[in-house]
């Protein structure tokens, strides 16, 4: 698959990430036509990151997809070699539904993708362009400053962000005094099956917006004034200048930012960890594959069955993200 | 054992520091289930017919080592003030066995998937607290030393322990493999104000589920306002209602522990009384109220009547030290049965540890009536000895008595190796009754399905 954007003036944002890759590429492939030396000099460079990738990326995982086979409870008793006995028992668990904590995950978890990634690549976009074209577009410090403020919440701990939501949160907390100054009764927010997730909806929003919002910014920069004012020599407005021509030209970057955001989506652990009690409560609102996947290794000491969710888990992000490859950004998927 | 107990009730871990100053803090508790089993080569106890007994396991006492010894021991602390009670009491027994020296190295935060680790990877202490839902699978396993033979040996009876708090830590055919260091159970806490201002009496020993309901009725006061004072505040837990449940003669699973047994005429009528006060408008969820626990809304005033443990009483003095309160027992349901739920933990060594006699004097001395006493005066928990009920300690405070009475009437939260997914199945089912959700044989019938498949699963 070629990883190249089309269009070369149109870097798939961060650019240098780009850059690096085709750079690279010249180095690896390059053995014919540069120096060996080149080509050894690149892998002695690489040699760090590969242990690295090797030993807890690619080593880990394969593991993992072993464990799934195995009735494993790590120190307690031999492992046992079950086949495929641990993929039965969570696809026996489809024909009652309702009743499956895994089955029940998976929905919490896609509702929850949809309404993120949707939201927050909007917003993202939104922020990126009000920050590149707006009356601060002649204001470096100003912009600089609204980027900081913008930006900071990805910076912050996921721990502290949960922990300073969970005040505001609090049915007698910031949220709810907001909502009674203009005579609205607010609910119990993670108390409640109804607004447990999206509370955490909100949160999730509210911290990766802005990081995703530097990927569009970067990508803005990339696009030729002459495009935008040739746009508008030929009459467009500037909503029809920003659909018919930055849109388009955005595309890697929104796939980029759509699909980075699904992959985080469907692995959020650490807020409902943190944030709700019961774990994934309440009525199971809030459980997500990874909190499941937690729960059935650590607490029940299924290890073998948590793998083979784990593996489920890995598949559904990978079907989705290449589906989300074809939809978004179709000229890269060749 | 602290995030097991914050995920059953829906308690803040803030907060929740607060409620494990109770030391036992442990809402999965102790025994009662003793049934089947029997006829036991060497068992000493009843038996627990939930728990599988080892494959193999010691079945000699090791006899004592000459030389020094280093002996590691692990635990969760509550708080400062009970890990320095530990200690204390620790360096008591290394004064009097001055061969014997002790590592004492307390595990912060989620004690159970720490001693996990440290299981898998074969760096267990010699002596360490046994949880009752970790009991199950470190029994079977043969992780933890046999003590029956050393009980034997030096006269530590197991009828010196009420047996509801020794079964949960023992086997199917007797065998004990950890003894219990102290225990917990629910009581009724009554707001003496708010009942005297409603003109009702204390409730009196012998109350029953009525009296509670009409009690409720009288003392609740504007209900669905903001200044709404109720009868009563209950959280969505196990661990409150299986009072109630056993007290109607109903029981969580059935006697050999393979299948749910809640959905039946005890179960239905117990958790429609224990829905009845949300129903009626004279109780309410904590929630409803902006308290995260049952123990914080009865402390605020915004409920008369709360069904809590022990650890409500530190709680009470250190921040709402101007209520006025007494404690009454758990009421009689209408089969003029009383029950009430026991928590407990034990102390227990490992399988394979070198120093198996050390390990067992060090045990035999916690449990003994000295830490025992110095527990009970230190207000922490209650001694699991039955020596101790004539205390001095409980004339002086007539509500911890009425709690610990609760030792011959109670049952073990506790429910075998499952007893986790249980406790989480059943929380649900409660939840959606109280929010509406479901009504009583429906949330009832599903939590057996899901409790009989998670049992199937093992």
């Known amino acids: 698959?070629?990883?190249?954007?089309?269009?070369?003036?149109?870097?798939?944002?961060?650019p240098i990430t780009a850059e690096g890759r085709r750079r690279l590429g010249r180095g690896l492939g390059g053995g014919s036509k540069g120096r060996p030396g080149e080509t050894l000099a690149a892998y002695l460079f690489l040699l760090p990151y590969l242990t690295v990738l090797g030993v807890f990326i690619v080593f880990v995982s394969l593991y993992g997809i072993g464990l799934s086979l195995f009735k494993v409870d790590i120190g307690f008793s031999v492992p046992q070699f079950i086949g495929t006995h641990n993929y039965e028992v969570i696809f026996n668990q489809l024909s009652d539904f309702a009743n499956s904590d895994f089955w029940t995950s998976m929905i919490n978890i896609i509702k929850f993708v949809v309404v993120i990634v949707t939201v927050q690549t909007i917003l993202a976009l939104v922020l990126a362009v009000l920050l590149q074209n707006s009356i601060l577009k002649n204001r470096s410090t100003l912009r600089g400053m609204f980027r900081t403020i913008f930006y900071i919440p990805s910076l912050t701990s996921s721990v502290a962000v949960s922990l300073i939501f969970l005040w505001f949160y609090n049915p007698n907390g910031l949220f709810n005094y907001l909502l009674s100054l203009v005579h609205i009764p607010g609910p119990q927010w993670l108390q409640d099956p109804n607004f447990a997730l999206p509370a955490i909806m909100i949160l999730n929003i509210w911290t990766?917006?802005?990081?995703?919002?530097?990927?569009?910014?970067?990508?803005?920069?990339?696009?030729?004034?002459?495009?935008v004012e040739a746009a508008e020599v030929d009459g467009a407005n500037r909503f029809q200048s920003f659909w018919n021509v930055t849109v388009p030209l955005l595309r890697p970057s929104i796939f980029l930012v759509v699909a980075l955001g699904t992959i985080g989506g469907f692995q959020m652990f650490d807020q409902v960890f943190f944030m709700t009690q019961?774990?994934?409560?309440?009525?199971?609102?809030?459980?997500?594959?990874?909190?499941?996947?937690?729960?059935?290794?650590?607490?029940?000491?299924?290890?073998?069955?948590?793998?083979?969710?784990?593996?489920?888990?890995?598949?559904?992000?990978?079907?989705?993200?290449?589906i989300q490859r074809r939809f978004i950004d179709p000229s890269t998927s060749q | 054992m602290r995030r097991i107990l914050a995920k059953r009730i829906f308690?803040?871990?803030?907060?929740?520091?607060?409620?494990?100053?109770?030391?036992?803090?442990?809402?999965?508790?102790?025994?009662?289930?003793?049934?089947?089993?029997?006829?036991?080569?060497q068992g000493l106890t009843g038996g627990n017919s939930y728990n599988a007994c080892p494959s193999s396991t010691n079945t000699t006492a090791a006899s004592p080592e000459s030389g020094s010894v280093t002996l590691t021991v692990s635990g969760f602390s509550s708080s400062p003030a009970e890990d320095a009670l530990v200690q204390q009491n620790l360096n008591k027994f290394t004064q009097a066995h001055p061969n014997i020296k002790i590592n004492w190295s307390p595990i912060p935060g989620d004690y159970p998937t720490k001693m996990r680790a440290n299981v898998a990877s074969g760096t267990v202490p010699d002596v360490f607290y046994l949880t009752p839902d970790m009991s199950s699978e470190y029994i079977q396993a043969g992780k933890v030393l046999n003590l029956s033979p050393y009980m034997q040996r030096d006269n530590v009876s197991p009828n010196d322990y009420y047996a509801s708090l020794l079964s949960p830590f023992t086997c199917k055919s007797g065998q004990a493999f950890g003894i219990p260091k102290d225990w917990n159970t629910l009581g009724v806490f009554y707001n003496k104000t708010l009942f005297q201002a409603a003109g009702l009496s204390a409730p009196s020993p012998n109350w029953t589920w009525s009296d509670m309901q009409n009690d409720a009725q009288k003392v609740t006061k504007n209900p669905g306002t903001t200044n709404s004072v109720y009868g009563i505040t209950l959280d969505s837990s196990t661990s409150r209602w299986a009072?109630?449940?056993?007290a109607d003669g109903g029981t969580v699973l059935n006697k050999d522990g393979t299948q749910a047994a809640f959905d039946n005429q005890a179960g239905i009528d117990s958790l429609k009384f224990y829905a009845s006060f949300q129903k009626n408008n004279t109780g309410t969820r904590p929630q409803n109220?902006?308290?995260?626990?049952?123990?914080?809304a009865f402390g605020k005033e915004r409920a008369a009547m709360a069904l809590e443990g022990g650890w409500l009483i530190p709680y009470m003095t250190q921040t709402y030290p101007?209520?006025?309160?007494?404690?009454?027992?758990?009421?009689?349901?209408?089969?003029?049965?009383?029950?009430?739920l026991i928590y407990t933990n034990a102390w227990a060594a490992y399988g394979n540890t070198k120093h198996p006699d050390a390990a067992w004097q060090l045990i035999k001395y916690m449990t003994g009536s000295d830490v025992q006493t110095s527990q009970l005066h230190a207000g922490f928990a209650l001694p699991t000895l039955k020596s101790l009920a004539n205390d001095s300690y409980f004339t002086q405070n007539p509500g911890v008595k009425v709690m610990f009475d609760a030792a011959t009437y109670g049952y073990a939260d506790y429910y075998g190796s499952q007893d986790q997914a249980i406790h989480t199945d059943l929380d649900n089912a409660i939840e959606k009754v109280l929010l509406n959700q479901a009504d009583v044989p429906t949330a009832l019938q599903e939590a057996t399905s899901k409790v009989n498949n998670q049992l199937q699963q093992q």
């Open chain 2, 322 to 340: 101007n209520v006025q309160y007494g404690i009454a027992p758990v009421p009689v349901a209408p089969n003029g049965k009383r029950a009430d």
């Open chain 2, 289 to 296: 109220v902006g308290s995260t626990w049952a123990g914080d």
């Open chain 1, 278 to 322: 019961p774990l994934g409560g309440p009525l199971n609102s809030t459980l997500t594959p990874m909190v499941e996947i937690y729960n059935v290794a650590f607490s029940d000491n299924h290890f073998g069955l948590a793998a083979a969710m784990s593996v489920i888990l890995f598949v559904v992000i990978f079907i989705v993200t290449i």
């Open chain 1, 1 to 14: 698959m070629a990883t190249q954007p089309v269009t070369p003036s149109v870097a798939s944002a961060p």
């Open chain 1, 208 to 227: 990766t917006s802005a990081a995703f919002m530097i990927y569009f910014m970067a990508a803005l920069q990339d696009i030729p004034k002459e495009l």
């Open chain 2, 11 to 41: 308690v803040p871990f803030i907060i929740f520091l607060m409620l494990a100053v109770a030391a036992c803090g442990s809402s999965t508790g102790g025994g009662g289930n003793s049934g089947g089993g029997g006829n036991a080569q």
């Open chain 2, 243 to 246: 009072a109630f449940l056993f």
